[in-house]
């Protein structure tokens, strides 16, 4: 009978020894078979592992590396925003110069007034987008004793609710010389401790400032040590001769802060408010930094003028104080033109 044919090889075996490179080939009998050459003969699949690289590496070359800053904006354009400047043209925020806080003292009986100073100061405020934003972070608050009547408890809530600008103080009966300033002051360097102004004005309210002339004039004004407002008496300009009338008058913050701690303050808090700001500085060797804002900062002026601090309305007024009846608020805002911005509509015509 014929021998039976020997078993096949196990080529599959040897293709896996040589193209693993992980494992040295493991020889068979004494000697390696070879195809003739000085190398080992390849499979189909070896030489697909050395292929595939160099075919890689060759479309990379053609067809990606051309293409390259194609590639890269496809990419960003994908990706998430990058940190770059805001391209030209683009609406940067400006940082306010400094921060003013505006302590209106008023009464909580007063809601008529307080609601037309809303408008006043909220329309200076919100400036129209052709306008330049005031150069300032300014806040408007109005302040008054603690609430005494039933009415206050309901709709002085309402109010804080609707607004948020109200500052009840708890400390003062409602009387402006019987410590309401002294209380506000002391107060705010509390409230404020963690965020300070740089500038806290005391103001009355029968005083219209002009929220723009008033931020360009405080710009120019030290940060430290600062006392700003109209002198007293009328007939002197003269900010170190006595003290800055109580329409409006601001102090750095640092004078706030020494306010609230001094005794000087705290045992001379009862009297003509404006009179003792004055008297506070000049005891503790304060207010080295005087400017006197007249005449830009003045009274009404009456039929029959009373002092020096009344005059007529100006281009360059900054505040106008004694305005105690709607027809002299009206009057005042109607010459410096608060209405120039109102549309004409179907729904109202006003001659």
């Known amino acids: 009978m014929p021998?039976?044919?020997?078993?096949?090889?196990?080529?599959s075996l040897k293709s896996f020894m040589v193209g693993n490179g992980n494992h040295a080939p493991?020889?068979?009998?004494?000697?390696?078979?070879?195809?003739g050459g000085g190398f080992p003969r390849l499979s189909a699949?070896?030489?697909?592992?050395?292929?595939?690289?160099?075919?890689?590496?060759?479309?990379?070359?053609?067809?990606?590396?051309?293409?390259?800053f194609e590639l890269q904006a496809m990419l960003s354009a994908c990706g998430p925003p990058s940190a770059e400047p805001a391209a030209a043209g683009a609406a940067v925020v400006r940082k306010p110069d400094f921060r003013l806080l505006i302590g209106v003292l008023t009464r909580a009986d007063l809601y008529e007034r307080r609601h037309l100073l809303r408008m006043v100061y909220g329309l200076q405020l919100a400036s129209p987008p052709e306008e330049e934003p005031l150069a300032a972070h300014v806040d408007v608050r109005f302040v008054?004793?603690?609430?005494?009547?039933?009415?206050?408890?309901?709709?002085?809530?309402l109010e804080i609710l609707a607004h948020d600008d109200v500052i009840v103080l708890d400390g003062c009966e409602e009387n402006l010389n019987g410590g309401k300033t002294y209380t506000f002051l002391s107060t705010v360097a509390r409230l404020y401790a963690d965020e300070p102004y740089d500038y806290?004005?005391?103001?009355?309210?029968?005083?219209?400032?002009?929220?723009?002339?008033?931020?360009?004039s405080l710009g120019g004004m030290p940060r430290d040590d600062m006392y700003y407002g109209a002198t007293i008496p009328c007939d002197s300009m003269d900010p170190f001769r006595d003290y800055m009338a109580g329409m409006a008058y601001a102090l750095s913050w640092d004078l706030v802060q020494w306010i609230a701690t001094s005794d000087v303050a705290r045992n001379h808090s009862v009297g003509t408010e404006d009179m003792l700001t004055g008297l506070w500085l000049r005891i503790g060797d304060k207010g080295k930094n005087r400017f006197n804002a007249k005449p830009a900062i003045h009274d009404y002026l009456n039929p029959v003028p009373v002092d020096q601090c009344e005059h007529e309305f100006m281009p360059s007024t900054i505040g106008v104080h004694r305005l105690k009846s709607?027809?002299?608020?009206?009057?005042?805002?109607?010459?410096?033109?608060?209405?120039?911005?109102?549309?004409?509509?179907k729904f109202y015509k006003i001659d």
């Open 3 to 11: 021998s039976p044919p020997p078993p096949p090889r196990n080529n």
């Open 26 to 35: 493991q020889q068979v009998g004494t000697k390696q078979r070879h195809g």
């Open 45 to 68: 699949s070896s030489k697909a592992l050395v292929l595939l690289p160099l075919l890689l590496l060759a479309f990379i070359f053609l067809f990606v590396y051309p293409k390259e």
């Open 144 to 157: 008054f004793c603690r609430l005494y009547k039933d009415d206050q408890r309901v709709l002085v809530p």
């Open 200 to 216: 806290v004005m005391k103001a009355d309210d029968d005083i219209f400032l002009r929220l723009p002339q008033l931020v360009a």
């Open 326 to 345: 709607n027809p002299r608020w009206a009057e005042a805002l109607k010459y410096f033109n608060f209405t120039a911005g109102l549309k004409s509509s």
